[in-house]
């Protein structure tokens, strides 16, 4: 189940009896599934441990997909590997593949298109994705095969396209709380290719009063800030019914503990490290605060009150 990134568990209560589960999902996606190489015989039994992995276990299961339109195996392979390990699921597909009701049911968040220099990806597939409202990034076949000579620049090129593609086509305002001037201006450059606006906010009380305003989209919020602390803000943040389900991404140089790491998942937060803000590892947390948001009431209200 694991691997075809599905999942097998039961729930069981002494005098009730026992409910068995299977699921996979209808495409297979590689990199989904359960995390960290937990499988059904490493189900960990402390509670808030099982919880931990149920959260890991449930992001990794709708991670989006990526479609990889392109008719040469090894232009497929390629862009797959260029995503390993990413938070998306890569599906390859050829041309004659394509068709509205196979992007209907993939439901792609973008299409990595590989065009060859004298030849235009085949048109009707990629008017079908276009007209679909998928965003597309297009990758030179000759750079991918090229890839052994500069696959750092390649890679980091076509991975933040993808992310701004994906990211950008409905993340609005993100608010960026932090109480260090200089690195609030520094993050804010490197968040406005992925947003319609970055604003930095010292003021935690301010930047308060701006999300339950409905002016954020998204917060990006550091730990350690005078007055109202980060883990405070994040808690008065998914109490509050207006604004519990806004993303949220912890960035800071605070090392949590694992106590404070099990509290953020909890108040759904992702957590990025200030010094691993290069490349896309910004964007990945934005994606990750987004999966991590609480997507009900109950989840939400849950979270909380824990």
């Not at 048109?123 to 990758?139: C, F, K, Y």
């Not at 950008?168 to 319609?196: M, N, Q, T």
């Amino acid at each position: 189940a694991s691997l075809l990134g599905g999942r097998i568990w039961v729930e069981s209560a002494l005098g009730a009896g026992s409910s068995f589960y299977f699921l996979v999902p209808r495409f297979y996606r590689p990199g989904t599934g359960l995390r960290a190489g937990r499988g059904p015989r490493e189900s960990p039994r402390d509670g808030a441990a099982r919880r931990e992995a149920e959260i890991d276990a449930d992001i990794a299961a709708e991670k989006p997909a990526l479609l990889v339109l392109a008719d040469a195996e090894a232009h497929r392979s390629g862009v797959e590997a260029l995503f390993e390990g990413s938070d998306f699921a890569p599906v390859s597909a050829t041309a004659v593949e394509i068709t509205c009701e196979y992007l209907e049911t993939l439901r792609p968040s973008a299409a990595v298109v590989v065009t060859e220099s004298e030849r235009r990806a085949d048109s009707r597939a990629l008017q079908a994705i276009r007209t679909s409202g998928i965003p597309v990034v297009e990758v030179d076949a000759g750079a991918l095969e090229r890839r052994g000579e500069r696959s750092g620049a390649l890679d980091s090129a076509v991975a933040t396209a993808v992310y701004r593609a994906v990211i950008g086509s409905d993340l609005g305002c993100v608010l960026l709380v932090d109480d260090d001037a200089h690195f609030a201006e520094i993050l804010r450059k490197l968040v406005e290719p992925y947003c319609r606006e970055a604003i930095a906010v010292e003021d935690p009380e301010l930047a308060l009063e701006r999300v339950r305003a409905g002016e954020a989209d998204a917060l990006i919020l550091d730990l350690m800030m005078p007055g109202l602390d980060g883990f405070t803000f994040l808690t008065l943040v998914r109490q509050d019914e207006r604004t519990r389900r806004v993303p949220i991404l912890v960035c800071s140089s605070k090392t949590p503990s694992g106590e404070e790491r099990s509290l953020l998942r909890d108040l759904g937060a992702g957590f990025l490290p200030k010094d691993a803000l290069a490349g896309s590892r910004l964007a990945e947390g934005l994606m990750e605060a987004r999966a991590r948001a609480p997507k009900t009431k109950g989840r939400a209200a849950r979270a909380s009150s824990e």
